[in-house]
Nanobody, 127 residues
Framework: QVQLVESGGGSVQAGGSLRLSCAASGYTVSNYYCMGWFRQAPGKEREGVVVIYSGGSSTYYADSVKGRFTISQDNAKNTLNLQMNRLKPEDTAMYYC???????????????????WGEGTQVTVSS
């Protein structure tokens, strides 16, 4: 049974940093064709944050987080990570880890490409 479990969320002040991790079990992260982070704020639709393809061959960031967030994959620990710097109140959301096993991952945020999802971890940024 494949499971993705996020951790590292919390409450920080604007300008601070957090590091999210997504631990995979039942599947090897290096075998995923794409892995990503998505977020959903109260009253808003879920949106893509960043995707990493084929173990790091390329990445795709939302404009709102470019230059502040960095995605990485640790194959030794079987985890996906998201380093978030210079956080803003508008980054407040539930953050979800997702992964796709099919070789049809497209560049961008396409929900259908991601078949495995975690339960989420809350990030709250205060001004």
């Amino acid at each position: 049974q494949v499971q993705l479990v996020e951790s590292g969320g919390g409450s920080v002040q604007a300008g601070g940093s957090l590091r999210l991790s997504c631990a995979a079990s039942g599947y090897t992260v290096s075998n995923y064709y794409c892995m990503g982070w998505f977020r959903q704020a109260p009253g808003k639709e879920r949106e893509g944050v960043v995707v990493i393809y084929s173990g790091g061959s390329s990445t795709y960031y939302a404009d709102s987080v470019k230059g502040r967030f960095t995605i990485s994959q640790d194959n030794a620990k079987n985890t996906l990570n998201l380093q978030m710097n210079r956080l803003k109140p508008e980054d407040t959301a539930m953050y979800y880890c997702a992964a796709g096993r099919r070789a049809t991952c497209r560049t961008g945020f396409f929900w259908a490409d991601f078949g495995d999802w975690g339960e989420g971890t809350q990030v709250t940024v205060s001004s």
